[in-house]
């Protein structure tokens, strides 16, 4: 492994108040935690449309500090490696190996023609399910490929190099046999050079208009990232058929979006305009909305949306004017949008927030104005000429609408949801879709029953998740559970098309994720996979879904490890916790059971289960609700229910014999460590804290956080008691934190850090920093994951496991 330097900040004992900076290569934790990180993962799944075919997907292990050192720069909120115009982001969706499994005879096949050292991401169906496009990761650029799955070969399909940083890289044609994708202009050149003499000063300025924004990384600062902006994401538009023959469709332009009609006779294309804005990221640039023919020529202009500078403060808070623009995927091509009647601001009283309008090719017409919504527009769900259904919702009280009306007319027909986002035990689950009469997905129907769809979900219960297929008339409100997870398993539906059969993912504590087809008649059974247990180290380990009260009588969830092999006679062991606070309006909401007791174990560089190896019991997705019913908010009593919910956890497990109370280690990731750090100020229920690129002064975030949506100004009191910073005096027990130098996640920039940890040393607390060169707010290298484990071991071994 290369050896690179990281650099860090130490605080000494608490006795000794020394502060110290050193410089140390990367370290590996124990072999135990190592074998872990490294093992393998099984590949995943992805069917074809028609559920024909099989792709098992395999991606690769965490990357090397040498890869995710490559340069990468931030512009309106946008990180792009400019080596190939992609945008990096935390490596997820990327493959570097797969194989076609035929689900009617079971046959495996490989592609031929792959190219070497694949990167593969953007996977695209065809509309018949025996092609995919995809994109390749090359060091020089990103390539368009197509895979033929009659032939089992693949084939890059043009020289060119697409544009995979911001908007659309690629779609197929309603007809199965183009694809259209962004492509980087050949004749663009080396990128522009930055004049080292300044030419004036960066100005900004605001004339009395109320203009709040969040606290946003990597926007632009001056023109010279305006112009790199410009370089990096214009594109021009082609469309390449199965041969690799190119024809440019319209002209270059930063593509906010480019969608077919579902007939492919128009585009529906949307481009970024000036001005830009050094406040705000791209997606609140200014754009232009056209309708374009399918060879690119201007049908009609349709919306110039401004700046979206001043937008109202609150989530439901929208721009004014026209938005949400889409194609009516059942019909040939009738476009719809919504737009505010309340200026976009949430703190207007108004009978309407939102109307949904039509309009029908050839887009002479007057729009139609199809339904008017009492909360915020969300989706349309669209099904056929007789059935859709509208979605509002409004988040500040967590509601939620569906309505089924006729999308021709606009005329409701019922109303099917009214319900709250938070109580998941009533929530009917997504719905599955089909293909409509265009390729495009629409609502799958059940053959011959008018209004009959179905639907997939979690099935959250008291018992934990069970996962569902319901068949539900949406008329008569009648639902049939067509499948249902069984313990001592937890089964989850991953394809259904209302043939017969559901395929399955099913996995048990001890048992890893394999998809199986079941037949839903005869309830026979086939299994489809037989990967192998990734973490063979993990087996015999002991896991339990606990159930406890908060002293409110708030039932509480959490997940607990225990060694294998132990038995409480052996004596109370030290532990881990780790937690996220959410919000909740609503107490029977926050009470409900997360999760589920069958679910096999995976690990990830959040997860803290690798402990239950070195000896400690780990409690994981511990329940931290902070509850605000009625005109409260969660935040008002923060502190008192974070304390609450640890108190309560706490001695559970001390009761259950199986906890230490005084070896307790709290920890958490982003707003888990800012938990981490307030129970640590205003407790002293635990040994000692990890905290992971949090934010911990919550004056730095003065627009809103989290789920808090008024500003410092409206609720002073509150974001000072919230912030740790103000209490570092008070923070004596030990307190581990890193944090990835190149963190771009909002509100979360690592002076956070840096001030936190300057504080706490200031007043002569045990504290240590870990900032990692090159990572983002979720660590990508293996060498940062592995350097970040070693300091926690060391930090648990010392002042939990061997406290003295």
């Known amino acids: 492994m290369k050896r690179t330097l990281l650099s860090f900040l130490l605080m000494g004992g608490l006795s000794t108040y020394v502060y110290a900076q050193e410089n140390l290569t990367y370290q590996l934790p124990p072999q135990s935690i190592v074998d872990l990180v490294d093992a393998p993962g099984s590949p995943t799944v992805q069917f074809n449309k028609n559920g024909s075919l099989m792709l098992l997907l395999q991606a690769p292990g965490y990357a090397s500090i040498e890869q995710v050192a490559q340069p990468v720069i931030g512009l309106a909120g946008i990180r792009i490696n400019p080596a190939n115009n992609s945008t990096e982001g935390e490596l997820s969706g990327v493959y570097n190996g797969l194989t076609i499994k035929d689900l009617k005879t079971g046959k495996e096949n490989k592609l031929t023609g792959l190219p070497d050292k694949m990167k593969m991401t953007n996977i695209s169906w065809n509309a018949d399910g025996s092609l995919f496009a995809f994109t390749n990761n090359s060091p020089n650029g990103v390539e368009l490929w197509l895979a033929d799955l009659k032939e089992f070969k693949a084939t890059r399909l043009s020289n060119g190099y697409l544009n995979d940083a911001y908007g659309t890289t690629l779609q197929w044609h309603p007809d199965g046999k183009h694809i259209l994708a962004q492509f980087i202009l050949p004749e663009r050149g080396i990128k522009p050079a930055e004049n080292i003499v300044p030419t004036g000063p960066v100005v900004q300025e605001n004339l009395g208009v109320v203009t709040p924004s ?264 009648k639902q049939d559970t067509l499948f249902k997870s069984k313990s001592p398993y937890y089964e989850e539906p991953v394809f259904f098309n209302n043939t017969g059969k559901v395929y399955i993912s099913r996995e048990s504590t001890e048992e890893t994720p394999n998809i199986f087809a079941i037949d839903l008649k005869s309830k026979s059974e086939q299994a489809l996979t037989s990967f192998v247990d990734p973490y063979p180290s993990l087996k015999g380990v002991q896991k339990t879904l606990l159930s406890y009260p908060r002293k409110d009588g708030i039932k509480l969830s959490a997940t607990l490890y225990l060694p294998k092999d132990y038995k409480k006679e052996n004596g109370p062991l030290p532990v881990l916790i780790w937690a996220y606070p959410r919000e909740f309006k609503s107490l029977a909401a926050a009470g409900q059971v997360k999760g589920s007791p069958y679910r096999f174990t995976r690990l990830a560089f959040r997860s803290p289960v690798f402990w239950v190896t070195r000896g400690y019991a780990v409690l994981d997705q511990a329940d931290m609700p902070i509850v605000g019913e009625g005109k409260e908010e969660p935040n008002d009593t923060f502190l008192k229910q974070i304390e609450d919910n640890a108190t309560a956890l706490i001695n559970y497990v001390v009761d259950m014999g199986v906890a230490d109370r005084g070896r307790i280690a709290v920890g958490g990731h982003s707003y888990g460590a800012f938990m981490t750090a307030n129970l640590l100020a205003h407790t002293k229920l635990f040994a000692a804290g990890i905290a992971r690129s949090g934010a911990y002064n919550r004056t730095l975030t003065p627009f809103g956080f989290q789920g808090e949506a008024r500003t410092y100004w409206q609720a002073m009191d509150v974001y000072n008691k919230m912030s740790p910073f103000n209490y570092a005096d008070k923070i004596k027990t030990p307190l581990l934190m890193t944090h990835g130098i190149d963190d771009e996640n909002s509100g979360t920039f690592p002076i956070q850090s840096e001030r936190l940890y300057s504080a706490i040393k200031g007043h002569g607390g045990t504290v240590r920093l870990v900032l990692l060169p090159k990572e983002f707010h979720g660590y990508r290298s293996r060498e940062s994951i592995l350097h970040t484990f070693w300091e926690q071991d060391q930090w648990l071994e010392k002042y939990v496991k061997n406290k003295k």
């Open 214 to 477: 969040r606290t946003y990384q990597n926007l632009l600062k001056n023109t010279y990232d305006q112009s790199l902006m410009e370089y990096y994401l214009t594109s021009q538009l082609q469309s390449v058929d199965l041969s690799g023959n190119v024809v440019k469709i319209g002209t270059p332009a930063i593509y906010r979006k480019a969608a077919y009609s579902p007939d492919g006779q128009y585009l529906l294309v949307q481009t970024i305009e000036k001005p830009y804005s050094y406040l705000v990221p791209i997606y609140y640039f200014p754009f232009q909305t056209t309708v374009l023919d399918a060879s690119g020529k201007l049908v009609k202009q349709l919306y110039n949306a401004p700046l979206a500078e001043k937008l109202p403060t609150g989530f439901d808070a929208v721009a004014m004017g026209p938005r949400s623009y889409e194609w009516r995927s059942d019909a040939a091509a009738t476009l719809v949008w919504t737009e505010a009647q309340d200026k976009g601001d949430p703190n207007l009283k108004s009978e309407l927030r939102d109307v949904l309008y039509a309009l029908k090719a050839p887009f002479n017409a007057a729009p139609v104005k199809l339904f008017s919504m009492a909360l915020r527009y969300s989706d349309v769900v669209w099904g056929n000429q007789n059935y859709a259904l509208v979605k509002e919702q409004w988040r500040k009280d967590r509601k939620e609408k569906m309505t089924l009306i006729n999308p021709e007319t606009g005329k409701v027909i019922k109303e099917i949801a009214n319900r709250s986002s938070e109580d998941t035990y009533s929530d009917p689950g997504d719905f599955i879709y089909g293909k409509g009469p265009y390729a495009a997905k629409v609502l799958l129907f059940d053959k011959g029953t008018p209004g009959v769809v179905f639907t997939k979900g979690a099935g959250a219960s008291s018992l934990g998740d069970r996962p569902f297929i319901l068949k539900w008339n949406l008329l008569s409100n």
